[in-house]
């Protein structure tokens, strides 16, 4: 029987959100390559290393061992331990395991976090750039995002001050990413504090993804949740996927208030159950093993950085601010891209890809209309390649 229009349309939450706009111009160029393109790919937020060795051969012992069959929805108790060491060694925190939780990945974390605490109508601060997902698992809860704009001049810094502006009653959510995809800023320690001493007096919620927190160029990492006492109000949300170059095996976690880890279990016990018991071994082996492909990984991405960003400049109509951390530049090119005849970065690099064979992420998905997002976690040789690409094609259109 041919169904009927009442039967394929879908639940009204689900037209509060979009593709998620890097997966959909990873997809676009991963198409294009099978059709024999030569793509130069720079949406792509991934390591290019491999995963360490050390990790690797944790998986081949696991499944060797047979370690695969289901373990608790909420991770197992060995690398809840991991998790909880790790953050215990670099940031001073002492969390319990039932503050503890294993996801199917970062964003798998960030999705329950607010699942589990954003009703309708709640209010999330999010600054602006901001991570695509952060505003489509808002809206999908019900949540209303409040962005709070950051100025570019400034190298797209965000104050205590700046969010303090946007609080109201409704406030249930402040959302930080430092290191920032797509920004590259980082908010300054004493910043990340008087953050949480305005938050925690109003009783909001602060949740920090700390995806990119190895990746800093200069200075330490940092976690909010080592202010001693901030437990209560702070929300981790953490990933092995860029640290270790393992952005494939799934895994993530939270370190949060007892009873909000318990309602993300719930709700995991539902729906994913366990992540994969083979990449938790793996991912026990690379909390817990040598810590040194880290340090490198950041000393590649560096060498990257000091290339793309002078090398960006040199793009007429472009401008840049450096990065001080994750593995993004994030080039103003609206003055480029008008110059071409063209209005936004979606058409910008719409045509970029279909005419000069490199993907990037419009601005648009980030909240700002006049960037693109550039991933440098690419090797030296694809980026002059797409560097070289670019600069021709604003050449010959400007
Ligand atoms: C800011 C930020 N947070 C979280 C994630 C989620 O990482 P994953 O789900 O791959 O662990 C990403 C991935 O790109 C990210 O850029």
């Known amino acids: 029987m041919t169904p009927t229009l009442k039967q394929v349309i879908t639940a009204d939450r689900i037209s509060s959100i979009s593709v998620s706009s890097t997966m959909k111009v990873m997809a676009d160029a991963d198409k294009l390559r099978r059709e024999g393109v030569d ?31 289901y373990t608790p929805a909420g991770g197992t108790a060995e690398l809840k331990q991991a998790v909880i060491e790790r953050h215990k060694i670099e940031f001073g925190t002492d969390y319990k395991a039932s503050e503890c939780i294993i996801t199917v990945g ?37 949540g209303k995002c409040v962005f709070v704009e950051t100025d570019e001049k400034e190298g797209f810094l965000l104050t205590a001050a700046m969010v303090e502006r946007a609080i109201t009653p409704r ?12 920004s590259g800023a980082v908010l300054a320690d004493a910043e990340f504090e008087k953050l949480y001493h305005i938050a ?3 009783g909001i919620f602060l949740l920090t993804d700390e995806c990119y927190s190895h990746f800093l ?10 202010i001693p006492g901030s ?26 208030p007892e009873p909000i880890i318990g309602a993300i279990n719930k709700l995991q016990s539902h729906s994913t159950s366990n992540p994969t018991s083979i990449a938790q071994k793996a991912a026990v082996e690379a909390l817990r ?20 960003v002078p090398r960006l400049r040199q793009i007429p109509g472009v401008t840049c601010s450096m990065p001080a951390g994750a593995f993004y530049a994030y080039p103003n090119a609206r003055a480029a891209f008008e110059r071409c005849g063209m209005k936004t970065p979606l058409e910008f690099a719409d045509r970029l890809l279909k005419e000069a064979s ?20 690419t090797s030296m040789k694809e980026l002059e390649r797409g560097l070289d690409r670019i600069h021709k094609f604003v050449e010959k259109l400007g």
């Open 200 to 202: 925690a007096k109003l």
């Open 289 to 308: 093993g040598p810590q040194d492909s880290v340090p490198q990984m950041l000393a590649e991405y560096r060498k990257r950085r000091d290339f793309v």
């Open 358 to 377: 490199v993907a990037v992420v419009p601005g648009e998905a980030f909240g700002t209309d006049d960037h693109v997002r550039i991933s440098y976690a």
């Open 171 to 182: 406030t249930r959510v402040i959302i930080i990413n430092s290191p920032s995809n797509p």
């Open 217 to 226: 160029y200069s200075g330490s990492p940092y976690s909010v949740a080592s």
């Open 39 to 69: 793509v130069v790919d720079f949406s792509a937020g991934e390591p290019d290393f491999p995963t360490p060795d050390n990790i690797k051969q944790a998986a081949i012992r696991a499944i060797e061992g047979n370690f695969t069959k």
């Open 231 to 256: 437990k209560s109000t702070v929300l981790v949300a953490g990933t092995v996927s860029k640290t270790y170059a393992m952005t494939g095996w799934r895994i993530g976690y939270g370190l949060a």
């Open 106 to 142: 970062g964003k798998h974390v960030l999705f329950n976090y607010t699942q589990a605490l954003v009703n309708p109508g709640d209010e999330v601060i999010i600054p602006v750039p901001y991570w695509v997902t952060y505003k489509d698992i808002v809206n999908y809860a019900g």
